[in-house]
């Protein structure tokens, strides 16, 4: 039985005593697997995991997101993700550049990869480099949410169909980020707006900064609607703030928990490392596609 205590009051748990080096499909990984599925949020605590073994344990939750490939249809080699502003040789990206606007753009609460033709499942997210001070990353489940929101909210939203558009986010940011090639790559994406567990049958909100429209109405009425819905999950009380230690390992359920970067100062590099693994039909892929 692995050694669990709460992340915070609605959502997520602390994993104790785990080396995450040395998980495998028959060792630790179903446990790890069951509590994913149940709490949606799980830190493991001053972990030393290599590329190599952060590869090995995403694995283990599903195809490994490749957006390159993705997009060109080819075989493109996978790569882990920095989430930085390191540049090499201790020098970082310019505070107004397009870069660190990016990085700025996951400062807006999001789930990862809702403009994919396959979204995330999960993103497991480790910290190497960190500045002296902000640089947080927050979590609030809209499983939570979903479950606590008022009726007249849900009920505008229980059979809505969400469309997301990854240059939406950015260009909330700066028009120029929200005009880059590599923003508008993707066609726009739906999904239905409810997200039903497979293992546990519980129901969760799948929203993202990325969400611009809802089918059916107006784009104003839509975008106001997402607004609302999105403030609601992510109120004061409902999120937990991850205030980094080099080594943690912070995983999530991306149908079901919004998350952002919170701001630190631009000079002081910030470095996490992210996998995102795709969501398969076991994943209950099949209850948020439009047919
Ligand atoms: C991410 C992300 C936020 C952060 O890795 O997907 O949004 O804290 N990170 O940098
Ligand atoms: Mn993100």
Redesign the pocket.
């Known amino acids: 039985m692995l050694k669990t205590t709460p992340l915070h009051g609605k959502f997520g748990v602390i994993v104790h005593d785990v080396d995450l080096r040395e998980v495998t499909r028959e060792h630790l990984f179903g446990e790890i697997r069951q509590l994913f599925e149940e709490h949606s949020a799980l830190l493991f605590p001053a972990q030393q995991i290599s590329d190599a073994d952060h590869t090995r344990l995403a694995e283990l939750f599903g195809p490994l997101e490749n957006r390159e490939a993705m997009a060109s249809g080819r075989d493109v080699p996978f790569e882990v993700?920095p989430?930085s502003n390191e540049k090499g040789e201790g020098s970082v990206t310019a505070a107004e550049s397009l870069h660190t606007l990016n990085?700025q753009a996951?400062?807006l609460w999001?789930t990862?990869s809702t403009f994919l033709p396959v979204p995330a499942l999960v993103?497991l997210?480790t910290a190497t480099v960190l500045p002296s001070r902000g640089?947080?990353?927050?979590l609030a489940s809209t499983r939570a949410g979903w479950a606590e929101m008022p009726q007249a909210m849900r009920d505008k939203l229980k059979d809505a169909v969400i469309w997301h558009r990854l240059s939406h986010s950015r260009k909330k940011i700066s028009p120029e980020l929200g005009a880059m090639p590599v923003m508008n790559r993707w066609p726009d994406r739906p999904w239905k707006a409810i997200w039903p567990n497979p293992v546990t049958g519980e129901e969760a909100l799948y929203i993202a900064s990325h969400s611009f429209a809802i089918e059916g109405m107006g784009l104003g009425e839509g975008e106001a609607l997402i607004d609302e819905a999105i403030a609601f999950c992510t109120r004061p009380e409902a999120v937990y703030s991850?205030k980094?230690n080099v080594g943690d390992v912070l995983i999530w359920d991306e149908r079901a928990v919004l998350?952002?970067?919170?701001p630190w100062p631009y000079e002081e590099p910030?470095t996490?490392r992210?996998i995102?693994c795709s969501a398969t039909e076991n994943d209950g892929l099949a209850a948020v596609r439009v047919v």
């Open positions: 993700s989430v990085l996951n400062m999001h990862d993103n997210l640089g947080e990353t927050e991850h980094w998350h952002r970067g919170r910030r996490l992210s995102c």
